[in-house]
């Protein structure tokens, strides 16, 4: 795999924790897997060892960039890129919002470098058998690796985010370039990929495949989890009221078990809904709820949020860091969830709101369309309430069906419905999987 971001050394979208659980869930099912990744300042404040190879890599543009290798618990290899002048930052893609202006030229060297790489294990006898490029970073390689003489190596491409904050032209084109020549496209679910299919204006004899993204159920195990308070599973979860209690004492909330606890997750953006949370807060505040938003925020919305803990301390929490240990908390004490985005390719705040037991309240765009089945009045069908205008009054409409659900006789069923699903990534590795033959039968 050839890829920008790699959770939890380099991440700041849901490609991220794609790239590191679907390799996970290859190597589980008995594949060799190697992550291809610029060295980034997470990787060297993880504590992974890593080694140097004595021999710089040869770059087909002239150059050469140094080689690290690692290993990761799960025995995917890693192999890292290192260029401290492109690639030495906080962020994979750009900084306050704004994109790195020098993107174009380090996506260039992450294909570079990954064309030599793939040429060279080629020479030593131990090639890869396909390449699979993650998102524009990587979109180049096949054109880079046409550069140096050798066999055409199958390539799979997944877009995870066609729409992604701050991606410039330069993204847009490389994308653009990739899927005409890479065997097979993919992104991140199967609504998603009509949708792109349309707006990239992509041929209809290479149509793009959508793979709904999982989640990892050895890291979102309530089972098991050893950042909540007490444990639970599906079939008991009466310790919810335990992490909840745990979690309402922690952000100075009063401690009711009984009252609804619904938690708002970031990132927060415009594109993610921030102004459609921010209009609808009074409203969901008026239902009676404790609501707990754990997002960093632009300074206006930040503001905003500051003032309302002011005034309602008994009613409103903002977490405005956070870490894995504490969404796991959280989303462990949460009753519901409300994701509302503007679009949501595939997401993962759904899934983990199921995974933990939480009811997901979610706008029907994109992935979420995939993942989350809308409950039918009676309860016996569905694993969510969704809402599709982006409007204040059917957010709160939606709420108010979740908050019904809350109330009732049925919710210990719903919330074991839920929590049943089969949300792990093995069912999409076994499709990436197809997706690898096709693109093989596609390569010879």
Not at 61 to 66: C, F, R, T
Not at 97 to 122: I, T, Y
Not at 123 to 131: L, S
């Amino acid at each position: 795999m050839v890829a920008l971001e790699l959770s939890p050394f380099a991440c700041e979208t849901d490609a991220g924790d794609a790239v590191a659980s679907l390799s996970k869930a290859l190597r589980q099912l008995g594949h060799n897997v190697t992550v291809a990744i610029p060295r980034q300042p997470g990787f060297d404040e993880s504590g992974l060892l890593m080694a140097r190879r004595l021999t710089p890599l040869p770059l087909p543009d002239g150059g050469e960039v140094p080689v690290l290798d690692a290993q990761l618990p799960s025995g995917v290899q890693v192999t890292l890129f290192d260029a401290p002048v492109l690639f030495d930052r906080p962020s994979p893609y750009s900084t306050d919002g704004v994109e790195h202006p020098d993107n174009a030229q380090r996506f260039a060297l992450l294909s570079q470098a990954a064309a030599a790489l793939v040429r060279q294990r080629a020479a030593q006898g131990t090639a890869f058998d396909i390449v699979h490029l993650h998102d524009a970073p990587a979109a180049l390689f096949p054109a880079a690796l046409a550069r140096i003489p050798g066999p055409s190596v199958p390539t799979v491409l997944t877009i995870h985010d066609a729409d992604r904050p701050a991606r410039g032209d330069d993204e847009l084109e490389a994308l653009s370039t990739g899927i005409t020549q890479v065997d097979v496209v993919t992104t991140v679910s199967p609504t998603y990929a009509a949708a792109l299919t349309t707006a990239l204006c992509v041929s209809p004899d290479k149509p793009i495949v959508g793979i709904s993204n999982g989640v990892d159920h050895a890291v979102h195990n309530p089972a098991t989890d050893s950042a909540l308070a007490s444990r639970y599973n599906a079939e008991d979860a009466s310790h919810k009221g335990v992490c909840k209690g745990a979690v309402l004492r922690e952000l100075e909330l009063p401690i009711d078990i009984d009252r609804p606890l619904l938690l708002i997750d970031g990132p927060l953006t415009p594109t993610s809904g921030l102004d459609l949370v921010l209009a609808a807060m009074s409203g969901l505040l008026k239902t009676g709820t404790a609501v707990v938003v754990a997002s960093e925020l632009p300074a206006a919305a930040a503001k905003k949020l500051k003032a309302l803990r002011t005034r309602r301390r008994d009613d409103f929490a903002w977490v405005e860091r956070t870490t894995v240990q504490i969404r796991h908390r959280l989303y462990a004490a949460a009753d519901l969830a409300l994701i509302a985005p503007r679009h949501a390719p595939c997401g993962n705040q759904q899934l983990i709101a199921q995974r933990y037991g939480a009811l997901p309240i979610a706008r029907a765009v994109g992935g979420i369309n995939d993942t989350v089945v809308d409950c039918d009045a009676s309860l016996e069908t569905g694993t969510g309430f969704l809402f599709d205008d982006e409007s204040e009054e059917a957010l709160l409409g939606a709420v108010g069906r979740a908050l019904t659900a809350f109330g009732s006789a049925s919710l210990p069923r719903l919330r074991r419905r839920i929590m049943r699903l089969d949300l792990g990534w093995d069912r999409p590795a076994r499709r990436y999987l197809q997706v690898y033959r096709q693109a093989l039968g596609a390569g010879r």
